[in-house]
C-alpha cells in the first residue's frame, strides 16, 4: 500500500479505534464518538477505555491488544506522555494511521521537538502514518468518518458537498467549514493536520483532489515543507478542473515568527510563495474571507475566457461604483456592439443608459419584465464575459421572483458568470434560491468575478518547456564569492550581454586597456574578498584620461591592500549609454529550488523594492509579463513621448539566467546583476556589474 493509498484508506477506514474515549460527548476524548454515530460511519467502532464495559452504548475495550483486529485508523485522545505511547501502541498493533490530538510537541520548544521527531520515528518504524500532533482531527462527511472535536459540526450542521478545506490549523480548517456553511455551500471534507509532523496538510490535500466529488480545494496553510508535492497536487487538481484556493500566512517577518511559535512550521519567502502559485494556477487569498469568498463563483462550473464586465444596476450610483471597482481591478468594461444598443434602446425607456453600465433607473419598478427584456440582448454581445446585476434597493411592487428567474434561467442559457450584489436580506434570499451567487455589495461581487476570471486564465496557461540544459562551472577557490571579473565571464560563457571590460594587474595593463576600450570608461578594483565595493572608495566612473586611470588603479590597489582584501586586479570596463538602470538576479530557495528575480536596479533597489520572482522553467513571454507587472512598466513601454525600452532584451537575458540557475545543480547559491543598463527597443541590455555566491557544498 502506497503512502497515498493509507491516507485515502484512513478517509474511508472499514474501522476505527477510539484511545481515551470518554461517556461525555463535551470532552475530547467524547466528542468524535458522538459524531462517528450521529453522522452515518458504517465501519467497526472500538472505544478503547480501561474502566468501562461501554462507551456512549458501544462496547469498549480496556487496550489495543484487546481488539478483534487491527483498525485501520486510531484517533488519540489522551495527552502527554500517554499519547506517546498510545501512539507506539498503535504501530505496534498495525493500525495504518494515528491521528493524534495531543499538543505540546513540536509547537513549545525543543524538548517537544524531539518527543515529536521520536513518536514519529516509532510510527514509521512500523509503516504506520501519523496525523497530528496538535490536531483537531480529519472529517470526510461523505463516509461519515468524522474523527474531530471541533465544536464547529455542532453550530454549523454538516452537508456533505462539493467543497474540500485542508489545513494545519484546527481553528482555520473551522472557520473557513464554518464560512462555507454559511453560504450553504455543502463540505465534503474538513482535514487539520496540525504540526505536520508526518502527514502534512500538502500530503492529506493530495489525497482529497483524487475524491471525485469534490469541486473546488481551500488550503490554509503556515509552511510550504515539499514544494514538489504542492506541484504535484496543483497538476492533479488542474487536470481534474478542480480550482485550488490557498491562504498562505506568514506574509511578513512578524508572521512567519507567529508561525513557527503555532506550529512549530518554518515559514517560507512571501514572494517566492506569490510566484510558485501563480506557475501552479493556485489563486491566493490573503484572508480567510477571502478564502472563501469567490465559493459559490467556482462551484457554479463557469470557466470565463475573458475579463470584459457588464454591469447592470437599477442605480445610477451602483453603476458608476462598479466602473471604478472595474477599473481598480483592471476589469474592461465591454463595449456594446452597435446592434447591442439599438436593441437596448428599444427596450428600455428613453431616460435609460443603454452604455455600459446599464442604469436601468425606476424604470425597473414599472416594468418588472425589463431584466427579462434587456439579458437576452447583452447575452448575444460577444464582448460581453462577466456580468454584475446590482439591486441596492427593491421592495414592494418589485417582482424580485421574475428578476431572480430571468437572471438564472440567463446564466443557464449562456454559461456566462453572473454574481449579484444585493444588500436588502430578502432580495439576496431570492437570488441565492434561484441559484446565483449573491453579494451584500458591489465590491465583493466585482471581486469575485475578478477572481474567477484570472484565476481561470492561470489554470488555462500551458506549463512552461524545459529550461536549456548548460554545463555550469564555477572557477575554483575557497572563498564564498567569485570575484567580478569572474562574475562577468561565468554570464559571458552562457550567452549573457556584460559590459566590454579588461582585468588588469599592472599600470601598463590598465594604459593598455583604456586605449582599447576607449573614453570614458570606469575603474573598478576586483576581489572575491570586496562583493560590495562603492562604500570602500573602489569605483571610479567615467574617466577620460589615461592618468586618470593610472591613478585610480593605484589608489584602489593601495586600498586593497590597507584592507587585506586579496588584489585579484583591477577592471577597466567601457562606460555605456542606456534608458534606465535595471537589475537581475537569481538564487537557490531551499524548498522552491532556483528563483531568478527581475526588478528597477541602481543604488536603490533596496531601499525602493520593486522585483517580480520568476521559477524555472518558464518562457521569455513570461518573463515579458513579469516585466510588465513592475511599477515602473510604465516607464519602460514609453511615456510622454519618451522612447520605449528593450523590453524584449531584458526578458531574453532573464531567460538565460533562469536556464544558468537551473544548470548549476545547486553549486550557485545567488547570482546578484545590478545594474544592467537597459536601452531603447532594439538596442538590448548591458550588465554592468554582477556577483556570484557560491552555494556551501560547491
Known amino acids: 500500500m502506497t503512502a497515498l493509498d493509507q491516507l485515502r484508506r484512513a478517509l474511508d477506514p472499514a474501522s476505527i479505534a477510539l484511545i481515551g474515549a470518554s461517556e461525555n460527548p463535551n470532552k475530547v476524548g467524547g466528542r468524535p464518538l458522538l459524531y462517528l454515530q450521529r453522522w452515518g460511519y458504517r465501519g467497526r467502532l472500538y472505544p478503547i477505555n480501561p474502566n468501562r464495559s461501554e462507551v456512549q452504548g458501544v462496547k469498549a475495550y480496556p487496550d489495543l491488544a484487546s481488539l478483534p483486529e487491527a483498525p485501520d485508523l486510531a484517533i488519540v485522545m489522551v495527552a502527554g506522555d500517554g499519547a506517546v505511547q498510545a501512539v507506539e501502541a498503535c504501530a505496534r498493533r498495525g493500525v495504518r494511521l494515528a491521528i493524534c490530538m495531543a499538543s505540546g510537541f513540536g ?6 521537538v524531539k518527543a515529536e521527531k521520536a513518536m514519529v520515528a516509532t510510527a514509521r518504524a512500523h509503516g504506520m502514518r501519523l496525523v497530528g500532533p496538535n490536531t483537531q482531527g480529519l472529517v470526510n462527511f461523505g463516509t461519515g468518518m468524522v474523527a474531530s472535536f471541533s465544536t464547529m459540526f455542532l453550530e454549523a450542521p454538516p452537508a456533505d458537498g462539493p467543497a474540500a478545506v485542508v489545513s494545519q490549523s484546527g481553528a482555520m480548517s473551522a472557520v473557513a467549514y464554518g464560512l462555507l456553511r454559511a453560504r450553504g455551500i455543502g463540505v465534503r471534507h474538513c482535514h487539520a493536520t496540525g504540526n505536520d509532523a508526518d ?15 469534490v469541486r473546488l480545494l481551500l488550503l490554509y496553510l503556515e509552511a510550504i515543507p515539499d514544494a514538489a508535492m504542492l506541484a504535484d497536487l496543483a497538476r492533479r487538481a488542474r487536470e481534474r478542473l478542480v480550482p485550488i484556493v490557498a491562504l498562505k500566512t506568514g506574509r511578513t517577518a512578524q508572521g512567519q515568527r507567529a508561525a513557527k511559535s503555532h506550529t512549530g512550521a518554518l515559514a517560507n519567502e512571501d514572494r517566492v510563495v506569490d510566484a510558485f502559485f501563480r506557475q501552479h494556477g493556485i489563486w491566493r487569498a490573503r484572508d480567510m474571507a477571502g478564502l472563501v469568498s469567490a465559493a459559490e463563483m467556482y462551484l457554479k462550473g463557469w470557466r470565463p475566457d475573458g475579463r470584459r464586465l457588464v454591469a447592470i444596476s437599477n442605480s445610477g450610483a451602483s453603476c458608476v461604483m462598479a466602473a471604478d471597482l472595474a477599473a481598480e481591478l483592471g476589469l474592461p468594461l465591454a463595449a456594446f456592439a452597435e446592434g447591442t444598443r439599438r436593441a437596448l434602446a428599444a427596450a428600455l425607456p428613453g431616460f435609460a443608459t443603454t452604455a455600459n453600465p446599464i442604469d436601468l433607473t425606476a424604470a425597473l419598478l414599472s416594468n418588472n419584465r425589463l431584466f427579462g427584456a434587456i439579458l437576452p440582448i447583452v447575452a448575444d454581445d460577444p464582448a460581453a464575459d462577466l456580468f454584475l446585476i446590482a439591486i441596492p434597493v427593491a421592495g414592494q411592487g418589485y417582482d424580485v421572483d421574475a428578476f431572480a428567474r430571468d437572471t438564472a434561467e440567463f446564466a443557464t442559457r449562456t454559461g456566462k458568470p453572473v454574481a449579484v450584489a444585493a444588500p436588502q436580506a430578502l432580495v439576496a434570499d431570492r ?3 434561484a441559484g446565483i451567487p449573491t453579494f451584500s455589495g458591489e465590491t465583493e461581487a466585482v471581486a469575485a468575478l475578478d477572481q474567477l476570471a ?12 524545459p529550461m536549456p540544459q548548460l554545463s555550469v562551472s564555477l572557477s575554483p577557490g575557497p572563498g564564498r564569492f567569485l570575484n567580478e571579473a569572474e562574475s562577468l565571464a561565468l554570464l559571458a560563457t552562457h550567452a549573457l550581454p556584460v559590459v566590454p571590460h579588461r582585468l588588469c594587474r599592472s599600470e601598463n595593463e590598465a594604459r593598455l586597456a583604456f586605449r582599447d576600450l576607449g573614453s570614458p570608461v570606469a575603474v573598478k578594483a576586483c576581489s572575491a574578498d570586496v562583493p560590495h565595493k562603492s562604500e570602500l572608495g573602489l569605483v571610479a566612473l567615467n574617466l577620460v584620461s589615461e592618468e586618470a586611470v593610472v591613478r585610480a588603479f593605484a ?22 549609454e542606456g534608458l534606465r538602470e535595471l537589475a537581475l538576479g537569481a538564487k537557490l530557495d531551499p524548498v522552491f529550488g532556483p528563483v531568478v528575480m527581475i526588478g528597477d536596479g541602481g543604488k536603490y533597489v533596496e531601499a525602493l523594492p520593486d522585483i517580480e520572482l520568476l521559477l524555472p522553467p518558464f518562457t521569455e513571454a513570461e518573463a515579458r509579463d513579469a516585466i510588465l507587472r513592475l511599477r515602473i512598466a510604465p516607464i519602460l513601454k514609453g511615456v510622454r513621448g519618451e522612447t520605449a525600452a528593450d523590453i524584449d532584451a531584458l526578458a531574453h537575458a532573464a531567460w538565460r539566467l533562469g536556464a544558468l540557475i537551473a544548470s548549476a545543480k545547486g553549486k550557485i547559491a545567488a547570482l546578484d546583476i545590478n545594474p544592467v543598463l537597459i536601452g531603447a527597443a532594439g538596442q538590448g541590455v548591458t550588465i554592468l556589474d554582477a556577483l556570484v555566491e557560491r552555494a556551501a557544498s560547491a
Open 431 to 433: 437570488f441565492r434560491a
Open 454 to 465: 484570472r484565476h481561470w486564465a492561470l489554470l488555462r496557461h500551458r506549463p512552461a518547456p
Open 199 to 213: 502527514v502534512t496538510a500538502i500530503e492529506m490535500a493530495r489525497a482529497v483532489i483524487e475524491d471525485e466529488g
Open 555 to 576: 589608489a584602489q590597489m593601495a586600498t586593497l591592500e590597507r584592507i587585506g582584501a586579496a588584489p585579484d586586479g583591477i577592471i577597466i570596463a567601457a562606460m555605456q
Open 107 to 112: 509547537e513549545t520548544g525543543v524538548e517537544g
